[in-house]
C-alpha cells in the first residue's frame, strides 16, 4: 500500500504497517500474499479502514485457520523529539539511552578526562536539541539535553558519565509493585488499572509495576495465554487468590499480600525512603541471535548492614491476549509488564552477607536466550537490590529496555 511493505511477526501473527506522517489511513487497498492454496478474508485488493487494526483470517486447503492482526503506525513528525544517537566519537563509545527515564548513561574508564568531551547527538528528524551536537561539555556532573520537536515540545534527556571506580550520582528511590494476577481472574484488570493509575498520580518515573502471572487463574485452559513461569509460582507462594500485591515486597509472606485498595500507603511510604543503592544495567542485545547479554552494576550509597541480594527480571509488554473481564472475556485484552522469568533465579544472587560501605560496588553478568514468542521490541529487564535480613525488602529497583 502506497509503497508500504508491512513487517510481519508470523509468531505472533501481527503486521505492523508504518506510514509517513500526514498519511489517510481510511481507505487503503492492499496486495496481499498467501500460501498456495489458502484463501484470505477480507480478501487481497479490498479497501480497508486503517484507523484501528484491521483482522485477516487465512485458511488452509486443509480448512484449519490463522489470524492476524495489521496496524497501521502513522508517524507524527511533528511532534516526535527523541535522541535517537548520543555518541562521543573521540572513545568510539555510544551511550545507553533510557527511553522511559529519558536518561543517558556512559561507564568510561577511570582515566578519562570528562570535562571537555564532545557528543554526537543525532535527534528525530525536524527536531532541535540544546545544548547542540559537537559542542564540548563538562560532564563532571549531569547535563540535562532539551530535544524540541517541530510543533515546539519538548523533552528533556539528562546524560550522566560514570567513570569506572568513580562516584555514582543517584537517581531517587524507586518503588516495584508487583501484581500477582491471572488471564481468568474477572477482578484483576480493575486491579492492574489502579495500580497504573496510582503510578501515573504518584511519580510514574519513579513507581514499576510488574505483573507475575501465578495460581490456579493464571492457568493456560483453552485460549487464555500462557504466561506462568516457575519464579512467579515461586514468589506466590501457595496463595489462595488473586488479585495481590506487594510493594518492595512488603507483605510477601503467605497470606499476608495486599490488596487494590490498601497499596497506596505503602507506595508513598516507600518513595519517601532514603535511596541506599544505585543501580545501573547495561544490556546487550543481538537481534539475529536473540542472544541477551547483561551487565549490572549495584553501587552502595551508604554504610549498611544486612544480607543483600540481587535479582535480574525479563518483563514483556503490550501483549495482546484473552482475558476474563465482568461480563465475559476481552480477546484484545492488552497485558502490561508481564513478568517472564528471572536471569538469576527466583530470589537472584548474594552478593553480601554482612555489610556494605558507601561506595562499595557489586558487579554481575548475565545470559540468556530471548525466547523466539517475546517481542524483543518491547521485552524489558526489572533489577533489583533486596535485604534477606529484613524479610527480603527490595531496596531499589532499576528497569531498562534490552534494546
Known amino acids: 500500500m502506497n509503497g508500504i511493505v508491512g513487517t510481519i511477526d508470523e509468531d505472533a501473527k501481527i503486521v505492523v504497517l508504518d506510514f509517513p506522517a500526514g498519511t489517510d489511513v481510511t481507505h487503503m487497498t492492499p496486495t496481499i500474499s498467501i500460501s498456495a492454496y489458502a484463501t484470505i478474508e477480507p ?3 479490498v479497501a480497508q479502514d486503517f484507523t484501528n487494526p484491521v483482522y485477516y483470517t487465512v485458511t488452509a486447503m486443509d480448512g484449519t485457520t490463522a489470524q492476524y492482526m495489521v496496524t497501521a503506525v502513522v508517524h507524527d513528525a511533528d511532534n516526535e523529539k527523541s535522541i535517537l544517537l548520543f555518541r562521543f566519537d573521540a572513545l568510539d563509545d555510544d551511550g545507553v539511552i533510557d527511553e522511559i527515564l529519558h536518561r543517558i548513561d556512559f561507564v568510561l574508564p577511570a582515566e578519562t578526562d570528562i570535562t571537555q568531551l564532545v557528543p554526537t547527538i543525532v535527534v528525530s528528524e ?14 563532571t556532573n549531569p547535563v540535562t539535553y532539551t530535544v524540541t520537536a517541530q510543533n515546539g515540545t519538548t523533552a528533556e534527556y539528562t546524560v550522566t558519565v560514570i567513570l569506572e571506580g568513580g562516584e555514582v550520582v543517584p537517581t531517587g528511590k524507586t518503588v516495584l509493585i ?3 494476577t491471572g488471564a481468568r481472574c474477572v477482578n484483576c484488570p480493575a486491579a492492574a488499572e489502579y495500580a497504573h493509575n496510582l503510578q501515573h498520580q504518584l511519580d510514574e518515573d519513579h513507581i514499576f509495576i510488574m505483573s507475575v502471572h501465578a495460581g490456579y487463574l493464571a492457568q493456560p485452559i483453552g485460549s487464555f495465554p500462557d504466561f506462568l513461569t516457575d519464579e512467579g509460582t515461586a514468589w506466590y507462594n501457595n496463595q489462595d487468590r488473586n488479585p495481590l500485591f506487594t510493594v518492595d515486597h512488603v507483605a510477601l509472606t503467605e497470606g499476608n499480600t495486599l ?7 505503602p507506595v508513598v511510604a516507600a518513595l519517601d525512603e532514603e535511596q541506599s543503592f544505585e543501580i545501573l544495567v547495561i544490556p546487550d542485545y543481538d537481534e539475529t541471535t536473540r542472544q541477551l547479554n547483561v551487565e549490572t552494576r549495584a553501587v552502595a550509597l551508604t554504610e549498611m548492614d544486612g544480607e543483600f541480594y540481587v535479582t535480574v527480571c525479563l518483563v514483556e509488554d503490550n501483549i ?3 482475558q476474563t473481564i465482568p461480563g465475559g472475556v476481552d ?4 497485558f502490561r509488564n508481564v513478568f517472564r522469568g528471572t536471569l538469576n533465579g527466583a530470589y537472584g ?3 553480601e552477607e554482612y555489610h556494605v560501605d558507601s561506595d562499595d560496588t557489586f558487579s554481575f553478568s548475565y545470559s540468556t536466550e530471548i525466547n523466539a514468542d517475546y517481542n524483543a521490541d518491547e521485552c524489558y529487564l526489572m533489577v533489583y537490590v ?3 535480613s529484613q524479610g527480603d525488602k527490595i531496596l531499589q529497583t532499576a528497569v531498562k529496555k534490552i534494546k
Open 43 to 45: 480478501e487481497s485488493g
Open 126 to 139: 525536524g527536531a532541535t536539541v540544546n545544548p547542540a551536537s559537537g559542542v564540548a561539555q563538562d560532564f
Open 331 to 334: 480477546k484484545e485484552y492488552v
Open 178 to 180: 508487583k501484581d500477582f
Open 349 to 351: 544472587e548474594a552478593f
Open 386 to 388: 533486596y535485604d534477606k
Open 259 to 265: 490488596n487494590e485498595g490498601q497499596i497506596d500507603a
Open 320 to 322: 495482546v491476549g484473552w
